[in-house]
C-alpha cells in the first residue's frame, strides 16, 4: 500500500477539509455521542464497537447496543437532573459500562471524567471536587474507595452482588429506563471531556477539552496511526488517562471503527495472547509496555511474529534499544509520537505518510500544528539547538485548549509543552527531555533521553533514569539511577563498565559520574518516570 506525502498533507491541510470527518463540520448543533455512535448505528447497527477481553471471557458490543444502551443510560442521567456542563465521573475498568457511560453522559451534553481506577482515595477525592462532578460509576471492587470522603456526589455502582444501600445499580436502572435518542446539540468550543494533568510536579490541574478536539483526535487515528479498515485495533493504554480515551476510546469511535479493552493488569504473556487470538494488526501503547514485551524475550513474542502491521507509541520517548528489537523479532518498526493530555498529538512519525522514522526522534509536527522551538528568551531557534518545543498558536488551527480551569489561557503566541527538544536537519524533533530535567554541566546541556538510551542498549540493565546531582566544580554531574536485569548483580566493576559504555557510545562529557543501582524507579500510574524524586532523594 502507497503513503502519502508528508509534504503535500502538511502544506494541503485545510480545517475545512478536516472538519468532514464531523457530520456537522464545525458548525453549531455538534455532538460527541452522534460522531462517536448514532450515525454508525444508523447505517452499520451490527458492525462492532468494542471487543472485550478479560482472563475468562471475550464479548462484544456492537454500534446499535452502544446506541440503545447508551440512550437509556441517558435517560436515567436526565431523570437525575443531569444537564449540558454537568460532569459525570466514571472509576470502573475497561469494559462494556466505561464505554456506555461515556457516550449516554456525551448524548445529554454533559461533560465526562474519567479516573484511573489505581488511584487512591485522596487522588480520586481531588478530582470529584475539583470537577464538580454531579455523579460517579463505579464497580464493586472500588467502590470502598469511597468510604469516608466528604464531598461524595450521587453513586451508581456496577455490581454483581447488588448495590449498597444508598447506591444506584447500573444495569439495574440501564434496562428499566427508556432510550432517549436524541443528542443534544452544542457549539464546537463546547467541553465534553473534563481531564486532569498527571500532577508529576504538584497537585493535578483540571481542563476542559472542547468538542472542535474530536478533529484533531480523528485526523491522529488517520495519519499518525493510520487505522484502516480491515485492521484490528488494539490501544494498550487505559483510558482513565488521555492517551486511552482520546485514543483508544475516541478516535476509533469517530471513525466507526471497533477498539479493544483487555480487564485486567498488564502482563506480556497475556497481551501475546490477545493479540495473537483477536489477529491485532495495528497496536498502540507505552514504552514501558513494549519494554516489558522485549524482556518476556524473542520465544515468547513469536506466535505473533509478522502479524504485527503497524505499532505506534506514546507516553514517554522510545528507547532505539526497544525499537531495533521489535523490528528484529517482530518484523516491524514501532512509530514514536508526541502529545499531552492539553494537546493531543501533535508530532508523530506518522504510519501514514511517506516519511522515514528515525530511531530516537519524536517526529514531525502534524497537520493542522506549527511546532516551534524556544530559547531562554522565548525566540525561535534553528536546527541543532536544544530549547523548548512550543505551539505556534496564531498558525495552529487544530490547537483546542483552551487553559486550566483555574487560570484563563496565556495570551502569549506560543503555547510552551515544558519539554526540551531540538530541530534536525530532515525537519523531525528530538525529545531532550523535560526541560526541568535537562542537565547543564561544565557548560554542556545534556538530555537525559540521550544518556537513558545508550544505558539501556547495555545487556545488563533493563532500566534506567538519568538526572542532573548538584555539583560545586560542574555546575551538575551526571547520575544514573540503574534497575538491572534479573540475573545481574550490581558491583562496582559493573558501574565502571557501564560509564565507560556511555562515554564511548555518547560522549566524553555526558557520561554518568556516579551510578546507584536500585530495585526500581518511582513512576506515575500511568509509567512515566519521575525524575524529581529522584532528584529530591
Given at each position: 500500500m502507497s503513503r502519502m506525502s508528508y509534504k503535500a498533507a502538511y502544506e494541503a491541510f485545510d480545517l475545512a477539509i478536516a472538519a468532514d470527518v464531523l457530520s456537522n463540520g464545525l458548525r453549531p448543533g455538534i455532538n460527541a455521542a452522534f460522531e462517536c455512535c448514532d450515525r454508525h448505528a444508523t447505517v452499520r447497527p451490527d458492525a462492532p464497537a468494542l471487543f472485550y477481553e478479560s482472563d475468562d471471557q471475550s464479548t462484544a458490543l456492537t454500534f446499535g447496543e452502544?446506541?440503545?444502551?447508551?440512550?437509556?443510560?441517558?435517560?436515567?442521567?436526565?431523570?437525575?437532573?443531569?444537564?449540558?456542563g454537568d460532569c459525570i465521573a466514571a472509576l470502573v475498568p475497561r469494559g462494556c459500562e466505561l464505554m456506555i457511560a461515556a457516550v449516554a453522559t456525551w448524548r445529554l451534553g454533559a461533560v465526562f471524567l474519567p479516573l484511573f481506577t489505581a488511584f487512591g482515595d485522596t487522588a480520586i477525592d481531588h478530582r470529584l471536587r475539583h470537577a464538580q462532578a454531579r455523579l460517579l460509576l463505579v464497580d464493586e471492587g472500588n467502590r470502598?474507595?469511597?468510604?469516608?470522603?466528604d464531598h461524595l456526589p450521587t453513586v451508581i455502582t456496577v455490581s454483581k452482588s447488588g448495590a449498597r444501600d444508598g447506591d444506584?445499580?447500573?444495569?439495574?436502572?440501564?434496562?428499566?429506563?427508556?432510550?432517549?435518542?436524541?443528542?443534544?446539540?452544542?457549539?464546537p468550543e463546547s467541553p465534553f471531556l473534563r481531564m486532569f494533568t498527571s500532577g508529576t510536579t504538584g497537585k493535578p490541574k483540571s481542563l476542559d477539552v472542547p468538542l472542535r478536539a474530536l478533529v484533531a483526535f480523528a485526523g491522529y487515528m488517520r495519519e499518525g496511526i493510520e487505522l484502516m479498515p480491515e485492521d484490528r485495533f488494539w490501544n494498550l493504554a487505559d483510558p482513565g488517562w488521555a492517551y486511552g480515551l482520546y485514543y483508544a476510546l475516541i478516535g476509533p469511535l469517530l471513525l466507526g471503527h471497533s477498539t479493544t479493552f483487555y480487564s485486567?493488569?498488564?502482563?506480556?504473556?497475556?497481551?501475546?495472547?490477545?493479540?495473537?487470538?483477536?489477529?491485532?494488526?495495528?497496536?498502540?501503547?507505552?514504552?514501558?509496555?513494549?519494554?516489558?514485551?522485549m524482556v518476556a524475550g524473542a520465544e515468547?513474542?513469536?506466535?505473533?511474529?509478522?502479524?504485527?502491521?503497524?505499532?505506534?507509541?506514546?507516553?514517554?520517548?522510545l528507547p532505539p534499544e526497544i525499537n531495533r528489537w521489535f523490528?528484529?523479532?517482530?518484523?516491524?518498526?514501532?512509530?514514536?509520537?508526541?502529545?499531552?493530555?492539553?494537546?493531543?498529538?501533535?508530532?508523530?512519525?506518522?504510519?501514514?505518510?511517506d516519511r522515514f522514522a528515525r530511531a530516537g526522534s519524536a517526529?514531525?509536527?502534524?497537520?493542522?500544528?506549527?511546532?516551534?522551538?524556544?530559547?531562554?528568551?522565548?525566540?525561535?531557534?534553528?536546527?541543532?539547538?536544544?530549547?523548548?518545543?512550543?505551539?505556534?498558536?496564531?498558525q495552529s488551527p487544530l490547537f483546542w485548549f483552551q487553559g486550566y480551569r483555574e487560570a484563563p489561557p496565556s495570551p502569549d503566541r506560543y503555547y510552551r509543552t515544558g519539554d526540551a527538544a531540538e530541530w534536525c536537519s530532515d525537519g523531525s524533533l528530538t525529545f531532550v527531555g523535560r526541560t526541568d530535567d535537562v542537565i547543564t554541566s561544565s557548560g554542556y546541556r545534556i538530555g537525559p533521553f540521550d544518556v537513558e538510551s545508550v544505558l539501556a542498549e547495555h545487556a545488563a540493565i533493563l532500566e534506567a533514569a538519568v538526572i542532573g546531582k548538584p555539583d560545586p566544580e560542574r555546575t551538575e554531574i551526571?547520575?544514573?539511577?540503574?534497575?538491572?536485569?534479573?540475573?545481574?548483580?550490581?558491583?562496582?566493576?559493573?558501574?565502571?563498565?557501564?560509564?565507560?559504555?556511555?562515554?564511548?557510545r555518547l560522549s566524553a562529557h555526558a557520561y554518568p559520574r556516579e551510578i546507584e543501582f536500585v530495585s526500581e524507579l518511582p513512576k506515575t500510574p500511568s509509567g512515566k518516570v519521575q525524575r524529581f524524586l529522584l532528584r529530591s532523594l
Open positions: 452502544l446506541w440503545t444502551k447508551s440512550a437509556r443510560f441517558a435517560d436515567f442521567l436526565a431523570r437525575q437532573n443531569i444537564a449540558p470502598n474507595k469511597l468510604d469516608g470522603l444506584f445499580d447500573f444495569w439495574t436502572e440501564l434496562n428499566a429506563a427508556s432510550p432517549r435518542l436524541e443528542p443534544v446539540g452544542l457549539m485486567g493488569a498488564f502482563d506480556a504473556e497475556k497481551t501475546i495472547r490477545v493479540i495473537r487470538r483477536r489477529g491485532i494488526t495495528n497496536l498502540a501503547g507505552s514504552p514501558t509496555a513494549f519494554r516489558l514485551l515468547a513474542v513469536m506466535p505473533i511474529k509478522d502479524q504485527l502491521r503497524m505499532i505506534s507509541s506514546a507516553g514517554e520517548p523490528q528484529e523479532h517482530l518484523g516491524v518498526a514501532i512509530h514514536d509520537h508526541y502529545g499531552q493530555t492539553e494537546l493531543g498529538m501533535v508530532v508523530a512519525n506518522h504510519n501514514a505518510f517526529g514531525f509536527p502534524s497537520p493542522g500544528y506549527r511546532v516551534a522551538v524556544l530559547d531562554d528568551a522565548g525566540s525561535e531557534v534553528g536546527i541543532g539547538v536544544p530549547g523548548e518545543m512550543a505551539i505556534d498558536r496564531s551526571v547520575k544514573a539511577f540503574v534497575v538491572l536485569k534479573p540475573e545481574i548483580e550490581p558491583a562496582p566493576a559493573l558501574a565502571e563498565s557501564l560509564k565507560q559504555h556511555v562515554r564511548k
